[in-house]
């Protein structure tokens, strides 16, 4: 997806005004931000409910085959993931997630949380409401959620080429409607099926390394067309085509 459209002027005037007091340092407290705001520097030995929210946005810079937990336990896992995602936007890569740090995750992400280059609309094409699938209506847009920074991460990674997904959630009627699994990862609304550009194979191969556990593409039954991506408890790659 294209960038949507920049915040308003206000988030700029607060963005530029905290850079000015310091956004290259690691300490301190960071801006407002319509979506979330972080109030102190976060480090290993860190807990808490803005860890949880600092995992969620870091989840997707991980090594092959990881996964980062959500439990608002700051530890190695979580500062190597911070690490990444400092050195990809260019930040000093120290682990430590201070002004800096949240000051970019702020300026990646939108007023409802959702990365600037993905939507709750790209990933739920199915209903309004995000019911009727195998999890809670919430739990289900929470894991979009999750699944959308992952793909933030993936697009960045891969030089910021727009990433299409052609189907997020499904209610158990729109899984059925598309012919889909019974257990498909779709009922829990942390999958997404990828096609365009990259290729589908490049797109399967750059998925291990950013916390997808369910990787199904080229030479996969039912998925010439597509890489479909997911979270699976029960980790699963299946890519013939493109050597998974």
């Not at 989840?59 to 690490?83: I, N, P």
């Not at 309004?128 to 699944?147: I, R």
């Not at 797109?203 to 593409?217: C, D, M, V």
Request: overall charge positive; hydrophobic content about 35%; glycine content about 10%.
């Amino acid at each position: 997806m294209l960038r949507r459209a920049s915040r308003p002027l206000l988030s700029f005037v607060m963005l530029m005004t905290f850079m000015v007091a310091g956004v290259g340092t690691t300490t301190g407290t960071a801006h407002a931000d319509s979506c979330y705001s972080w109030n102190r520097a976060l480090s290993q030995g860190s807990s808490g409910s803005d860890v949880t929210q600092l995992q969620i946005r870091v989840a997707g810079w991980v090594t092959s085959g990881e996964r980062l937990s959500y439990d608002g336990q700051y530890g190695a896992r979580t500062a190597a993931a911070v690490k990444k995602f400092q050195a990809a936007y260019g930040l000093s890569a120290d682990g430590v997630a201070g002004p800096a740090t949240f000051s970019k995750i702020y300026a990646l992400q939108d007023a409802d949380c959702t990365p600037v280059h993905f939507s709750y609309a790209e990933l739920n094409k199915c209903n309004s409401d995000w019911s009727g699938g195998a999890v809670s209506a919430a739990t289900a847009k929470s894991n979009a959620l999750k699944t959308m920074w992952k793909l933030e991460a993936m697009r960045h990674a891969l030089g910021d080429v727009p990433i299409t997904v052609s189907s997020g959630f499904r209610s158990r009627a729109c899984n059925n409607a598309v012919g889909g699994s019974a257990t498909s990862r779709h009922l829990y609304g942390d999958a997404a099926d990828l096609v365009g550009s990259p290729s589908l194979c490049r797109l399967a191969q750059q998925s291990r390394t950013h916390g997808f556990s369910e990787i199904l593409g080229p030479g996969y039954p039912g998925h010439n067309d597509h890489t479909h991506v997911a979270f699976d408890p029960s980790p699963y790659w299946s890519a013939p085509t493109c050597g998974i």
